[in-house]
């Protein structure tokens, strides 16, 4: 008989429902993490620029210093400080900490990730805060 | 009058899902199952849902309801706070019929961690003589995992499970959390290794979606935390003492002797 199969895929990461806030920092410590590895790559690219010798190497820089690269920069920097704050908040939760213990349920069920949501905000202000640090160092300051 | 959009899906007819749409009287205390039922004996014969008990035990009628998944029985249909109800099967299954899904990857998974209790001693398992000693503690540290229903609402709501085939999902990691962390159990080392692979406990993010959907409060997601600590760390086995019959106990002065029982020893 045929079957279908009803599996959400990528679809799944951005929206699978009327979840909590963690379900989309999940999908967005992927994306960040993706980038960071992209940037990786664009940087070993660019910086062997340095091999063809000095006029490679300015007119390399010179083409970097667009408002395009600017931007990318800034972004690259957010999702970065994004990356580390979500990144530290999954260290501290897949060691136990912060989520409640074991114990009995009665309803309304409080579930581990209600328990941590505190630290999960704090850290998240926290990257909100030197974002937009960041930012006004970039653009203003 | 509420409005109800239920996905269709007839392996024999169609290729792709559809929405069709039932007008149901609802009455206060109605839940979504009472309405699937209403609809079944008097607009559509033809709709196919799964159910049972009707009372949150079987965990038949999980289904994805106005965006979250959760099971038909326990969700009044007043709790919803609308008159636009859309019901779609189960995501991340494949669908057999309307809202009938195939649970067998559930099942597969659950089967792969081991879930029953290992002992070292096999012979006392198989042919036991007395019982085993568990404080009230010792009880906590795993009974909230083991009310899973396996009505598998856990892996539908899951991000990884949505491009993961093989990863294990949060039902069978919780389960094998609830194992090791019997006193009775010694298991710890064969769980591990089904656990702590490509596909096991570290493709959990905590995205928290499993334990905020439980219909029961076992907080899968707390288990595999739980779990990443013990692989970290290590796990202390503990083998649980083995308690001579209370028959057999000296009793306390004062304390009126137990009957003698009423079926001999062979």
Redesign the interface.
């Known amino acids: 008989?045929?079957?279908?199969?009803?599996?959400?895929?990528?679809?799944?990461?951005i929206y699978?429902?009327?979840?909590?806030i963690?379900?989309y920092?999940?999908?967005l410590?992927?994306i960040s993490g993706l980038g960071l590895i992209l940037y990786l790559l664009m940087h070993i690219y660019v910086t062997a620029a340095r091999i063809y010798g000095a006029a490679a190497w300015e007119q390399t820089m010179a083409f970097l210093y667009g408002p395009a690269f600017k931007l990318g920069e800034y972004l690259l920097i957010a999702g970065a400080i994004f990356h580390a704050a979500n990144g530290l908040?999954?260290i501290i939760?897949?060691?136990?900490m912060c989520?409640?213990k074991?114990?009995?349920?009665?309803?309304p069920?409080v579930?581990?990730?209600?328990k941590q949501r505190p630290l999960m905000v704090a850290l998240m202000l926290l990257a909100a805060v030197l974002i937009i640090v960041s930012g006004l160092d970039f653009f203003i300051i | 009058m509420a409005t109800f959009r239920i996905q269709r899906?007839n392996?024999?007819k169609d290729t792709?899902?559809y929405l069709q749409t039932y007008e149901v009287p609802v009455e206060r205390g109605m839940s979504i199952l009472d309405c699937l039922f209403y609809i079944k004996e008097n607009l559509d014969a033809t709709l196919s849902f799964r159910a049972s008990c009707r009372m949150g035990i079987c965990g038949s009628c999980a289904m994805?309801i106005?965006?979250?998944?959760r099971l038909a029985c326990e969700t009044q249909v007043e709790s919803l706070r609308t008159d636009t109800i859309e019901i779609r099967?189960?995501?991340?299954?494949?669908?057999?019929k309307d809202l009938v899904?195939?649970l067998s990857p559930l099942f597969d998974k659950h089967q792969k961690v081991k879930p029953w209790i290992i002992s070292s001693d096999a012979v006392e398992v198989d042919r036991p003589t007395k019982e085993y000693s568990q404080s009230p503690a010792q009880l906590?540290?795993?009974?909230?995992?083991a009310?899973c229903l396996k009505c598998g609402i856990c892996l539908a709501?899951c991000?990884t499970?949505?491009?993961d085939?093989e990863f294990l999902g949060p039902q069978a990691l919780a389960q094998a959390f609830r194992y090791s962390?019997d006193n009775r159990d010694n298991g710890f080392k064969e769980r591990i290794s089904v656990v702590d692979t490509l596909h096991g406990l570290w493709r959990c993010?905590?995205?928290?979606?499993c334990?905020?959907?439980?219909p029961?409060?076992?907080?899968p997601?707390?288990?595999i935390?739980?779990m990443?600590?013990k692989a970290?760390f290590g796990h202390k086995e503990e083998q649980a003492r083995l308690l001579e019959a209370l028959l057999e106990a000296t009793p306390i002065p004062g304390i009126p002797k137990a009957p003698e029982p009423t079926v001999k020893k062979k």
């Open positions: 008989m045929r079957r279908y199969n009803n599996r959400l895929w990528v679809k799944g990461w699978g429902g009327n979840y909590g963690e379900r920092l999940y999908t410590h992927r908040w999954l939760i897949e060691l136990g989520i409640g074991p114990q009995r349920q009665e309803y069920y579930p581990s990730v209600k | 899906y392996p024999e792709r899902p994805y106005n965006g979250l998944p099967p189960l995501p991340n299954y494949e669908i057999i899904v195939d906590e540290g795993y009974l909230q995992f009310y709501a991000p499970v949505a491009t085939k962390s993010h905590m995205a928290g979606a334990a905020e959907v439980c029961k409060g076992v907080d997601a707390l288990a935390q739980l990443k600590r970290i």
